[in-house]
Nanobody, 117 residues
Framework: QVQLVESGGGLVQPGGSLRLSCAASGSTFSVSAMSWHRQALGKGRELVAS????????NYADSVKGRFTISRDNAKPTVYLQMNSLEPEDTAVYYC??????????WGKGTLVTVSS
């Protein structure tokens, strides 16, 4: 079992920045990749960014390329999402996801990001 706890959400003005954190605990040795997803009100959940734990390979949704950066600290282990130049369209609940080498998927409970003036 892997437990995930997100933090760092909040209210920010357009053009501002936030950094989300996702702390993993439990059987973290088996985690092969972690990712951030988001779900806006009335919409489906979408992938924002992902990172592999061994090599740090990253992938981003087109809508956040150049603005968001995903990174990891394997020692903790924690994954971060640095979000810059935030737009109202980025308003959503952001979820952390972990995938293990055995194909198991775990989700955090989410953290709300609101971009508004």
């Amino acid at each position: 079992q892997v437990q995930l706890v997100e933090s760092g959400g909040g209210l920010v003005q357009p053009g501002g920045s936030l950094r989300l954190s996702c702390a993993a605990s439990g059987s973290t040795f088996s985690v092969s990749a972690m990712s951030w997803h988001r779900q806006a009100l009335g919409k489906g959940r979408e992938l924002v960014a992902s990172i592999t734990m061994t090599y740090g390979s990253t992938n981003y949704a087109d809508s956040v390329k150049g603005r968001f950066t995903i990174s990891r600290d394997n020692a903790k282990p924690t994954v971060y999402l640095q979000m810059n130049s935030l737009e109202p369209e980025d308003t959503a609940v952001y979820y952390c996801r972990a995938m293990t080498a055995f194909g198991a998927i775990y989700w955090g409970k989410g953290t709300l990001v609101t971009v508004s003036s």
